[in-house]
């Protein structure tokens, strides 16, 4: 089926194998009130069934193994790399966990790179270099998979979100 270029591809949805079309996978110091709450409200207006830990994750369960749950149930990961993304040991292991997805179940993984550039996330530098270098020293068995993880996320053609300069 031919698509033209300016429409986005239609995606077929099933729900015996995906319970959410999307899940939104950010630091939420950064982006949480910011883009990733307008991603969120576009999305769920267009009728996107759409995983937001803050907003979807039921109360009274336990975290990691919900995230986790919901990452397998996602046809789509959108990760959005900020600039302290990588800080984050929480949002690094849902990273390694939806490129296993991706490898496994076939999910579709769609980066977007908020202020931060492409290239900085792959070869984990500036921040990303900054936080890696806190990791060795605490998680060293985890370090290498989330090093490929970023690898192999920032190599798929993604969006740049460019913020405008602070005076």
Known sequence: MASSSSSPPVVA???????????????????????????????VQQGIHTYKDDETLPRGETIAPSLMKAIEESQIAVIVFSKNYANSSWCLDELAYIMKCK????????????????????????????????????????VESWRKALVDASNISGWEVKLMANG
Not at 23 to 31: A, C, I, P, W, Y
Not at 111 to 129: E, I
């Open 13 to 43: 949805f099933s729900s015996r194998l995906w319970k959410y079309h999307v899940f939104l996978s950010f630091r939420g110091e950064d982006t949480r009130k910011t883009f990733v709450d307008h991603l969120y409200t576009a999305l």
């Open 103 to 142: 490898d496994t179940k076939g999910q579709t993984v769609m980066p977007t790179f908020y202020d931060v550039q492409p290239s900085a996330v792959r070869k984990q530098k500036q921040k990303y270099g900054e936080a890696f270098s806190k990791h060795e020293l605490e998680n060293n068995k985890k």
